[in-house]
C-alpha cells in the first residue's frame, strides 16, 4: 500500500533509509524545519538549513521516487531567542516560492514561555501574510496538555485563519479531541518514548474516527523508525480494520491536506497539484 | 464516554492477542520499583515528584474506572496555562512539578 509520511526530519537519516522507506510503500515525505540538536548561532546557518531542505532533499528522495515537500521556520526549541527569531523571519519569504516547500513548520511552543508564545505569534502573523499552510508542533509530556491550550487559544485569535489549513501535530489521547473540535487537522507520532506507541494510535483512531487525522514517524537525529507508518498499518490490520481504513489514514488524509497548499503533486500516481488551495473532495 | 464496541475484536481475541506483550509491561513495572528499592544510596524515591505523580497512576491503572488513559495523561500533565517568564530547561521531564510553579 502507498503511504505519506506526514513528518519525518530526512535531513538527519540515510539514504538508505529513504530506500528503505521506498520499499515499504512511501511516495511522499513531508519535513518540517526542525531544531539541529543544538542552537544554531546566526540567520545564516538557517539560510543554509533552508536551501539543504529545498533543493539537497527533494533530489536525494527522487532517487527512489518519493516526493519531497518541506515546511519551514525557526524551530520552538530555538524560539526564546527573539533576536535570531526577528532575522530568520527575515531570511523566509524568499524560499516560499520555492516548488517543494508547502508552508510554515514545525513552530510551535517547547517550554511554553512568554517567548516562545510571541516567536509562534509572528510565524502565525507570517504565514497568513503568505497564505501559507501550517505544520504546528505541540510540546512533549507534562508540557504537551498546557502547550496544545495555549497553541488552540492563540490561533484562534486570527479571524482569517482556516483551521482546515493547519495540522496541530504530535496529539496525545489528552488532546487530540480539543483540536478535532476546532475543525483542524492533527498528527499521531509513533515515536519511542516520548510520543504514541502503535497500540495507542489505533486506539486513538478507533475512539475519534479517521477524520483530519494523520500518521507520521517523526524520524530524526533521536532514536526513531523511518517505517513507522507501515508498522501502524500491521498493526491496525491486527485489530481488523479494512484496508480502505488504512489508506485514508495513511495517504488519503495526509494528501487531501498538502494539496491545499496548491503545489503538492505526485505526478506518477497520476495526481496533478491542486488548482486552488482546497482539497480535491473536501 | 462509552467506547463499548469501537475496538473490532471481541474481549477474548484481544486478550489472546495482547496479553503476552502487557504480561510483559507489568513485569517490567514491578521490576522498576524494585530496582529503586535497590538503589546505591537507599534513599526513597517516594520523595521525587515524578515518582509521585508515578504512584497516582498506578492506582488510576489498578481501578474500575474508564478512559483510564486520559486521566494518567492528565496525571502528568502541567495543569496551568500561565506563561514561563524565561526559558528553564530545553526538555520536559515527564511529570509535571508543582513546586517548581511556587518558586
Known sequence: MYYIEMHGHMVSRTTDDYREMAMAGCVAISEPAFWAGWDRQSADSFEDYFRQLTEFEPKRAAQFFIRHASWLCLNPKEGEDRRLTAQVLKRIPKFLDRPSVVGIGEIGMNRVTRNEVDTFTDHVRLALDYNQMMLIHTPHLEDKYKGTRVTIDNLLKFRNLEPRRVLIDHAEEHTIGMILEQGFYTGLTLYPNTKVSLARAVDMIEKYGPDRITISSACDWGPSVPTAVPQLMLEMRRRGHSEELIRKLVFENPLEFLMQSGKFELPRLGIPKALSHTAPGA | ?103
Open chain 2, 1 to 103: 464516554m462509552n467506547n463499548q464496541g469501537l475496538c473490532p475484536l471481541t474481549t477474548s481475541q484481544i486478550i489472546d492477542e495482547y496479553f503476552i506483550e502487557n504480561r510483559t509491561r507489568i513485569l517490567d513495572l514491578a521490576a522498576y520499583l524494585d530496582r529503586l528499592m535497590r538503589s546505591a544510596d537507599g534513599q526513597p524515591a517516594s520523595g521525587d515528584f515524578r515518582m509521585q505523580a508515578f504512584r497516582q497512576a498506578l492506582q488510576i491503572l489498578s481501578s474500575d474506572e474508564p478512559n483510564k488513559i486520559d486521566h494518567i495523561q492528565l496525571v502528568f500533565s502541567d495543569p496551568t496555562v500561565e506563561l514561563k517568564p524565561q526559558l528553564d530547561t530545553k526538555s520536559a521531564s515527564g511529570a509535571w512539578n508543582p513546586a517548581q510553579e511556587v518558586q
